[in-house]
């Protein structure tokens, strides 16, 4: 069985309202629960704002660490889950259920490699 990582992207700024987190994390343990029952599910784990990122970078020989995100930009990575797929398409089908579960932010998914 393949595994693959759903990576989450979200945009950057204060989160929403408990409004729209209510429902979003109602969702998500749903889908939590759903992916166990099915055995799919691997890991998952929401990842604290970029801005309190830090990147360690190689340079002359010596690691370099700088605060903040790898890349500039208005979204980064928000949170990810780790499944067990026979094909990308299965993978897909969970893809687009966790999609709807975090209110349609994008998700990427990626086969690991080996």
Same mark, same amino acid.
């Given at each position: 069985?393949?595994?693959? *990582?759903?990576?989450?992207?979200? %945009?950057?700024?204060? %989160?929403?309202?408990?409004?729209?987190?209510?429902?979003?994390? =109602?969702?998500? &343990?749903?889908?939590?629960? $759903?992916? /166990?029952?099915?055995?799919?599910? +691997?890991?998952?784990?929401?990842?604290?704002?970029?801005?309190?990122?830090? +990147? *360690? /970078?190689?340079?002359?020989? &010596?690691? !370099?660490?700088?605060?903040? %995100?790898?890349?500039?930009?208005?979204?980064? +990575?928000? #949170? !990810?889950?780790?499944?067990?797929?026979?094909?990308? $398409?299965?993978?897909?089908?969970?893809? /687009?259920?966790?999609?709807?579960? +975090?209110? =349609?932010?994008?998700?990427?998914? /990626?086969?690991? $490699? #080996?």
């Amino acid at each position: 069985m393949k595994q693959y *990582v759903l990576t989450i992207y979200q %945009p950057d700024g204060a %989160p929403p309202g408990p409004e729209i987190l209510g429902p979003i994390t =109602r969702d998500l &343990e749903a889908l939590g629960e $759903e992916m /166990r029952d099915a055995g799919v599910w +691997v890991f998952s784990g929401g990842l604290r704002p970029a801005d309190q990122a830090a +990147v *360690v /970078r190689m340079k002359a020989g &010596e690691a !370099f660490t700088t605060d903040g %995100p790898y890349t500039e930009g208005k979204e980064h +990575v928000g #949170g !990810f889950t780790i499944i067990r797929a026979p094909d990308m $398409e299965t993978a897909l089908g969970w893809g /687009r259920k966790l999609a709807r579960a +975090v209110a =349609r932010l994008p998700i990427e998914v /990626r086969e690991f $490699e #080996g």
